[in-house]
């Protein structure tokens, strides 16, 4: 069955077996019911307290139940839900709130006090933020005044989340993705993963990005099914319940999945194969896939996904799941490789730049026409900025990126975002940023910076220094100080050539 949004999806599960479970969290279990009703819960707060349709609510906590119902809760306030990394600091905090104009943030404890830092700033707090509404703190108070609503589903042409993505200009933008986007693209991956009500996913991925969320929130969703959610993803904890045997499909960044292989060796542990393990948000390295299948004896479903456009290519459930690639389009989608300076098709087998269409594709970006244009072609081919080819028999291989971005352990560093917070530490005067290559996280943050006095700030310092305004995972690993950047004749650094310089040990 086809539903028009994730809400009408949760709505008719629950009309048809409301006390089936859907969620497990800490040894609790929640009916869709149950879900359905805490979300009623939160709807009729928001509405209580002035929030209408299409206003923004920010959400700035961890995993937990209090994330779902306040998330779907929103939606059926008809409300458009910012995701907010748990990890963001004041700079990245203070960008996102302001520029999606939320009028509400729901938030925990531990992130409480970096809301309230904003407050010390230049900038001061958002204008149009008016409430905060703390997860354990005051959220008895605010549900307490909840008018009752009946529980609806969206229209599915309203925009349901804002995503924050793709800062190549050293600030993210807001993707818009409507309410159908999202159970088009759910409907994809459930029919292509042949995900049904029986299945129990283990989802140790943050639910404020698009593969946690959209994938395996609103599949099982969608699927009618059950989802183990975890507050984060612990490695220990993962491979004994995966061993556990109540899981039948896991979804990881591939950090998540070198980190699997380590721990099975180590403890000599191989759990029984699961109906799937999918790994996605960057590349899957062939000796990653390679190692998984003959310790655990499957091998793991790739797919590939943006923000912008929740699921575009997976490798197939049934048939050969070929390691380095990322597969074909998700049914009732479509993808293609074309030139990238004349964005016309090219043949297979030659390199070019992904271009997606579909029911899946976002609205655009929030308040930003601009790029917004800039992201289609005439034809409502969404332009990627990813790089690769087809192969003869259909399978697409990422080869690399147009744009600048590092991919850290599945999360997306922009390097200006970096280098316009180093260039504010009184002791740098030029600061470049880029990506060098890590066995852990796929990539690293490597920074070169051009100092104001000889002997002035230290590794230590500029590292702590970006701890402190942005999230830690954003920090340098490495600093290296230089004398000068290299520059082209249009006097833009060569990142190329400082990386290289890096990579062969002649930066110190
Ligand atoms: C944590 N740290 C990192 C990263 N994660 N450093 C670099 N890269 C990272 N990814 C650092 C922290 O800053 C901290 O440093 C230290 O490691 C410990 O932090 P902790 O949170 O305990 O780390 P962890 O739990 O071991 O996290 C590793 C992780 C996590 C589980 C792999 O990064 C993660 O959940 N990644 C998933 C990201 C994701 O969901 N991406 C989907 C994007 P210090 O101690 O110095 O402060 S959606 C997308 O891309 C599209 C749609 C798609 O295709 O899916
Ligand atoms: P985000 O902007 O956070 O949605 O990240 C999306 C980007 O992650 C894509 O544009 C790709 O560059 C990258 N990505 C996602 N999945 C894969 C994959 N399986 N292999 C390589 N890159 C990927």
Redesign the pocket.
């Known amino acids: 069955m086809r539903h028009t949004s994730i809400v009408a999806a949760l709505l008719d599960h629950a009309a048809r077996a409301p006390n089936r479970t859907l969620v497990h969290f800490d040894d609790t279990t929640y009916s869709r019911a149950a879900i359905c009703s805490a979300a009623a819960a939160w709807a009729g707060a928001y509405r209580a307290t002035g929030i209408e349709p299409g206003d923004r609510i920010a959400l700035f906590l961890e995993n937990s139940p209090d994330f779902i119902a306040a998330y779907f809760g929103a939606h059926m306030a008809g409300a458009i839900v910012v995701l907010v990394n748990t ?1 963001y600091r004041r700079v990245e905090l203070q960008h996102i709130l302001r520029d999606s104009g939320a009028r509400l943030c729901v938030t925990d404890q531990a992130r409480q006090v970096e809301i309230a830092r904003l407050a010390d700033e230049p900038e001061g707090m958002p204008p149009m933020l008016e409430r905060v509404v703390v997860a354990g703190v005051n959220d008895a108070a605010f549900l307490a005044a909840s008018k009752p609503v009946e529980p609806i589903a969206p229209d599915p042409e309203s925009v349901a989340i804002i995503g924050y993505t793709s800062g190549t200009t050293g600030r993210a933008k807001g993707a818009m993705i409507r309410h159908r986007n999202l159970a088009a693209n759910a409907w994809a991956v459930t029919t292509a993963w042949h995900w049904t009500e029986p299945d129990r996913l283990l989802l ?3 639910l404020f ?4 969320l ?2 395996g929130l609103h599949g099982t969703v969608y699927a009618g099914a059950e989802v183990d959610v975890r507050r ?3 490695v220990g904890d993962a491979l004994s319940t995966i061993a556990g045997g109540a899981t039948t499909m896991f979804f990881g ?1 591939p ?2 999945y070198t ?1 699997l292989i380590a721990e099975a060796r180590q403890r000599a542990v191989t759990p029984p194969p699961l109906r799937l393990y999918v790994s ?3 590349p899957l390295a062939v000796q990653t896939f390679e190692e998984f299948a003959e310790l655990f004896g499957q091998p793991i479903l790739e ?5 912008e456009t ?2 575009n290519t997976t490798n197939p459930y049934v048939g050969e799941r070929r390691a380095g690639t990322v597969g074909q389009p998700f049914p009732g989608q479509e993808a293609r490789i074309v030139d990238v300076v004349s964005r016309r098709p090219i043949d297979d087998e030659a390199p070019g730049e992904i271009q997606v269409r579909g029911p899946h594709v976002f609205a655009g970006y929030w308040d930003n026409e601009a790029a917004t244009a800039e992201a289609f072609d005439a034809e409502g081919w969404f332009n990627t900025g990813d790089l690769g080819w087809r192969s003869s028999d259909g399978y697409i291989t990422i080869s690399g990126r147009a744009r600048e971005l590092i ?6 560093i922009y390097p200006r975002e970096i280098e316009e917070v180093l260039v504010t530490h009184p002791s740098v005067a030029e600061a470049a940023v880029f990506g060098a290559p890590d066995p852990e ?1 796929g990539e ?2 490597v920074a070169v910076i051009v100092p104001t006095a000889a002997d002035a700030a230290t590794e230590d310092d500029i590292v702590a220094y970006c ?1 402190d305004r942005l ?3 954003k ?1 340098p ?1 490495v600093v290296r100080f230089v004398a000068g950047l290299p520059r082209n004749a249009m006097a833009k650094v060569q990142k190329h050539v400082l990386r290289d310089d890096f990579l062969a040990g002649a930066l110190g």
């Not at 990005?209 to 946690?212: F, K, L, P, Q």
């Open positions: 990890q140790a991925l943050p990005h698009a593969h946690g959209c994938v984060r993803f612990e960044v950090t998540m980190r996605g948000s960057a797919r590939y996904g943006m923000t929740i699921m991919i850290s352990g599945g999360f997306n996280f690293r943050v701890r999230a830690s995972y920090k690993r």
